[in-house]
């Protein structure tokens, strides 16, 4: 009785603007390799009443490399590889890996303990923990 149909076409103009947005990024394909490589981490950052995490993936870097510094509710990440430099037979075909340096400032959006904050860094990832000041912290007030 009633099945299924395909659409006509030809009701959906919008469907040609499609194609002709495919076709025309499409040209560009390929081109992505000369465009400027981000040059910051790819971060996490999350907050609880006590504490804010904030992970930063940062892979090829020593930790002796990285820099953290803490002021009010703002805190840096900076980090430098040294560029190697190519020598010889050896020379690479195509580099995909950042060497330079980056430089990236966060408002945590509270008031830290620096004497309390730790950082970890393995695998790549760099890991804060940052504890709040108890003036930041929530205070429940009893309704009597």
């Known amino acids: 009785m009633f099945g299924l149909t395909k659409a006509n076409n030809n009701l959906f103009p919008w469907k040609s603007f499609d194609d002709l ?43 002796d490399e990285i820099d953290i510094q803490i002021l009010n509710d703002f805190i840096t990440i900076s980090a430098a590889h040294k560029e190697e430099k190519e020598t010889g037979a050896d020379r690479a075909l195509r580099t995909e890996r950042f060497t330079g340096e980056f430089k990236e400032t966060f408002k945590l959006g509270a008031r830290i303990d620096r004497s309390k904050a730790t950082a970890s860094y393995k695998n790549g990832i760099l890991e804060l923990t940052l504890p709040k000041l108890e003036s930041e912290k929530p205070h429940k007030i009893l309704v009597g």
């Not at 981000?38 to 930063?56: C, F, G, H, M």
């Open 21 to 63: 947005h495919r076709e025309f990024f499409d040209a560009f394909r390929g081109f992505d390799e000369f465009m400027p490589r981000r040059n910051y981490p790819e971060t996490q950052v999350e907050s609880t009443d006590t504490e804010i995490k904030l992970r930063a993936c940062l892979p090829g870097y020593e930790a």
